[in-house]
């Protein structure tokens, strides 16, 4: 079948996730087409798109598609969908795609998959349901479909293909009724969802200014930081670094936990990481019984130890 | 100020889940339904917050949902709300509960339409965006702020890694999600008061599914955790690399 991969673009260049959307693309075409849609100036070479399957890239960079809206970028994608004759189209399962997945999918009459967590088999793919506390089959029953793919549901491959860039005029581009005021950049460069590794903090942490341990140690990780709900209600960390059932769901390929107890609304949004440390004073604390790994201690003196064993073994492999 | 909030009801989140003999839908039984708590802590909050602010106005609620589900309404009456619709069908998708919104919309009006960011059960987070698409109104995800100022409305949004700021004008759908307001409990006035207010049954219209939810698996159990001693990180970090290969 032929897919159509919406690459969403972040100060001017493709997000990280598009290597992850064209892999998957590539191994759900089997055979078929594997077009790219890139919507507003770019200053990155799109050829590049093909290390990672993308034969074709349709690139429309007319200036006033340079700042995002979901209605606008998810009408373009159902006419990129129309012109490239695709089956089906991918876009991230993240903050842009959910508001141009939906639009994309009620223009093309098409059957929305949200939050797919891997390939599927026939037209039934596997989705993530309550709250990670599930796994679901969903069946497409149209033609033409739009998948939401899960960020980090499966492994990057590159290939050794090449993509022909192709610059796209659409038939008009709609007007956009939002107006973007500003933007402001968090302090951290990854932004937890699609973070490979997240170290995050709970209420045994004691208080904000103890924060700097579990930053040092997602620094030398390069990791994300994350905390626990009380943690961001009592205004110790901000709001977006929230997970759990009523924060953002994560699944890292490295979760850990200083500090937290492991309630089961907690572990409702981290659970799916690949492996999952705990460190907590309190042998009987509940997290231990979702991790993979435990330790019994002092997250006050754990961490740091583990941050200089992260140095050290860096420096080994060095 | 006439604010529509879509409500959805979801289990309690302490709730264990379980399915039924065909694995195909959630065993009900003893469960608590509450509502879910975005729609309810950050999008109807904030509706009432404007309105009182504003003076005058309407918030009502929307549910796509059956009878049982109108102890839900009421909860969300008693938080404070005015009026209630429910659209009485089981909801089988984000994509039909947004049609059947968007075509009890038509003759209906509103200055602006607040969901919750997602319903903790089927997580989609889509079922705003797709009722934009319905109406054709521009859709802002992931609301942090909101204030409305002469028809004019200035949001702030999670952007991932950022926010942004955004201004509209005229009708709108957005998304609420933590920050935009402060979970309020109903007093003893509220939810007697909720027993009076109208709850306006609607039947649904017929609208083919798009997706079907075949069944339902629980995770595989985690094998037994490794415990590691605290003194011995250079072990925990042997272990991440070699075994667990998340180094
Ligand atoms: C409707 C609802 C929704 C919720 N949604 C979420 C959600 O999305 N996300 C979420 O996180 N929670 C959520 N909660 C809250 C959840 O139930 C727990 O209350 C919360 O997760 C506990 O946070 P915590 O583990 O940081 O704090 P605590 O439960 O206070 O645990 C602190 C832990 O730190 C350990 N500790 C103390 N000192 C040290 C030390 N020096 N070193 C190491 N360990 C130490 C303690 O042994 C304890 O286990 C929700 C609750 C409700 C009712
Ligand atoms: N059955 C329903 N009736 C009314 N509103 C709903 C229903 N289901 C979902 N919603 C709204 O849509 C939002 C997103 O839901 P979802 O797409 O299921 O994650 C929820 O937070 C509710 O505000």
């Excluded at chain 1, 074709?56 to 200036?63: D, E, G, I, R, S």
């Excluded at chain 1, 939401?148 to 492994?155: D, K, W």
């Amino acid at each position: 079948m032929n897919v159509l991969v919406y690459i969403d673009l972040q100060l001017g260049k493709p997000r990280k996730n598009a290597a992850e959307l064209l892999t998957y693309a590539s191994k759900m075409a089997d055979g078929g087409t594997v077009s790219a849609l890139v919507l507003g100036p770019c200053s990155e070479d799109l050829t590049q798109l093909g290390d990672f399957g993308a034969q074709k890239v349709l690139h429309a960079n007319a200036p006033e598609l340079a700042s995002f809206d979901g209605l606008t970028h998810g009408k373009l994608l159902a006419e990129a969908v129309q012109f490239s004759q695709s089956d089906v189209a991918i876009v991230a399962f993240d903050h842009s795609g959910r508001a141009v997945a939906p639009v994309a999918a009620a223009k093309l009459k098409a059957g929305l998959v949200a939050g797919a967590a891997g390939l599927p088999l026939g037209n039934s793919f596997p989705v993530k349901a309550f709250s990670g506390k599930a796994l679901a089959k969903v069946k497409v029953l149209t033609s033409v479909w739009v998948v939401a793919l899960t960020p980090n549901s499966i492994p990057s491959e590159k290939t050794a293909g090449t993509a022909a860039l192709e610059s796209w005029t659409p038939s008009s581009i709609p007007v956009s009724k939002i107006k973007v005021l500003a933007t402001h950049k968090n302090a951290s460069d990854i932004p937890l969802p699609e973070a490979e590794r997240v170290v995050s903090g709970g209420r045994g942490l004691k208080g904000p200014e103890n924060w700097g341990l579990v930053e040092d140690l997602a620094k030398e990780l390069g990791a994300a930081t994350a905390c626990s709900r009380p943690v961001s209600d009592i205004g110790w960390r901000p709001h977006h670094e929230h997970v759990g059932q009523t924060g953002i769901t994560i699944r890292p390929n490295l979760y850990i936990a200083a500090g937290i107890s492991g309630a089961i609304q907690h572990l409702a949004g981290v659970n799916s990481s690949k492996t999952i440390v705990v460190i907590n004073t309190d042998a009987e604390a509940p997290f231990f019984k979702a991790a993979d790994y435990g330790v019994v201690g002092d997250a006050f003196e754990v961490l740091p130890k583990l941050t200089q064993a992260i140095k050290k073994f860096k420096a080994e492999q060095a | 100020m006439n604010i529509l909030v879509c409500i959805a009801k979801a289990p309690d989140t302490t709730t264990k889940i379980k399915f039924n003999a065909e694995a195909n839908a959630l065993d009900g039984n003893g469960v608590t339904w509450i509502v879910n708590p975005s729609d309810e802590w950050y999008a109807l909050v904030k509706a009432l917050e404007l309105k009182e602010a504003a003076g005058q106005g309407k918030v009502s609620i929307i549910t796509v949902g059956l009878s049982e589900d109108d102890s839900i309404i009421r909860k969300a009456l008693a938080v404070g709300a005015d009026e209630a619709f429910r659209i009485n069908m089981s909801p089988d998708s984000a994509a039909s509960v947004a049609a059947q919104i968007a075509a009890w919309m038509k003759g209906q009006s509103f200055d602006f339409i607040l969901t919750g960011k997602e319903t903790i059960d089927y997580n989609g987070s889509l079922m705003g965006g797709l009722l934009a698409a319905e109406l054709d109104l521009p859709y802002i995800p992931m609301i942090e702020k909101l204030d409305v100022q002469s028809g004019i409305a200035t949001m702030s949004r999670d952007i991932g890694g950022g926010t942004e700021e955004v201004q509209v004008q005229g009708p709108f759908v957005a998304s609420a999600t933590k920050g935009l307001a402060e979970q309020r409990i109903p007093n003893m006035r509220g939810i007697m008061a909720a027993r009076t207010k109208p709850i306006t049954v609607v039947e649904p219209q017929s609208i083919d599914s798009t997706v079907q939810y075949l069944d339902f698996t629980l995770p595989a159990e985690k094998g037994a955790c490794k415990m590691i001693d605290p003194e011995n990180m250079d072990e925990l970090v042997r272990l991440l690399h070699s075994e667990a290969k998340a180094l």
